[in-house]
């Protein structure tokens, strides 16, 4: 809906009822996207768990940074509850669940794509505020103040989405969205759009590049080279490009297909691509626990810990590993003794 918009994974396919032709017999690309959303919807619910798991036990939730992640990992795993009605709509080529469970599945599919974009967007201001300006921000990087904004986060989707959501209904087949008219899509694509990826991709965009910049400036103020800030600063890198390609391949192609066809009568004939773009935009919920495990050492560690295939967890003090990178960079160059509790979680 939402990331569908409460277009979302529907709404394509709600329109795509209206507008485009799609064949109703069950042929191999049919059976392929039935086994490719299964696939992502048991990736994305064993990794999120996996994340959820281990900050619940291991970490125990011990900086603003793990409480994002955490309500990230929750919000991407509850996403992944509504795919598998969706593929079977697609896969049945009709809504075979009645028109209660459209809504309700509509109402928590949005609420948990705009928290985990929501909440992607603040872990971005958070850490520019780790690395920055420490001490300046320092009451409002704790705990307890990250579980206040992210409950705001999830009042504030439920209120973003539930108007829209309850304009779903099966009465024609499909959990599609019943506008009155065309106006009314436009208007709501446009409006999901600026919230659901320009707004928190810009906002991504902006924090990360000045988060490294500022720890650019950092490493080159310290009187000696610093191999280790060097180290740190390429792997800060590959992971806030990471994060903003990822993101950008999953949500863009969604929403460029939905403004294409609001000329497809003259131009395109989409059809199935929208299944698809429908699948890469889900496919962003699993994709954050894998850029965990590849750019973590503490959440790699973690992983290890939980499925036993490393040593016995020992009771360090958190993100060990980036503490100490980061205290390399800063000793030398005066830096705030908070700044060097920076949590990078990636």
């Known amino acids: 809906m939402e990331a569908s918009i409460p277009l979302n994974v529907d709404n394509n396919h709600s329109l795509s009822f209206e507008h485009f032709d799609f064949e109703k017999n069950i042929d191999g690309f049919g059976i392929t996207m039935a086994f490719l959303y299964l696939a992502v919807c048991v990736v994305g619910l064993a990794g999120n768990s996996l994340v959820i798991i281990a900050i619940l036990k291991l970490d125990k939730m011990s900086s603003s940074t793990t409480v994002y992640v955490f309500n990230l990992a929750l919000a991407d795993g509850l996403f992944m509850v509504g795919l598998p009605f969706i593929a079977s709509q697609n896969f049945k080529d009709q809504w075979v669940f009645g028109n209660t469970a459209c809504k309700v599945i509509m109402v928590l599919d949005g609420i948990n794509q705009f928290t985990s974009v929501f909440c992607l967007a603040a872990m971005s201001v958070d850490r520019y505020m780790a690395l920055a300006k420490p001490l300046q921000f320092a009451r409002w990087r704790t705990p307890s103040c990250a579980k206040v904004v992210s409950a705001f986060l999830w009042f504030f989707s439920l209120l973003t989405i539930l108007p829209m959501a309850l304009h779903f209904s099966a009465d024609h087949g499909f959990c599609s969205p019943d506008f ?51 180290r740190f600063e390429q792997q800060m890198t590959k ?27 003259s131009f395109f004939n989409f059809g199935r691509a929208f299944e ?19 750019f973590s050492d503490t959440f790699r560690k973690h992983f290890r810990t939980l499925l036993c295939l490393g040593r016995a967890y020992r009771s360090l003090p958190k993100f060990k590993d980036e503490q100490n990178m980061n205290e390399e960079m800063t000793s030398r160059d005066g830096g705030s003794h908070f700044q060097r509790e920076l949590r990078a979680t990636y």
């Open 276 to 294: 698809f773009v429908v699948l890469l935009s889900y496919s962003w919920s699993c994709a954050n626990p894998i850029l965990y495990a590849c």
């Open 180 to 230: 009155a008219t065309e106006s009314w899509f436009v208007g709501i694509l446009f409006y999901t759009f600026v919230m659901g990826f320009a707004l928190p991709f810009t906002l991504m965009t902006v924090f990360y590049a000045a988060m490294l910049i500022s720890l650019r400036s950092q490493r080159r103020r310290s009187p000696v080279p610093s191999r280790e800030g060097r």
């Open 239 to 265: 992971m806030v490009v990471a994060v903003v390609v990822v993101f950008g391949m999953c949500w863009l192609p969604f929403y460029t297909l939905n403004f294409l066809s609001l000329y497809q009568h």
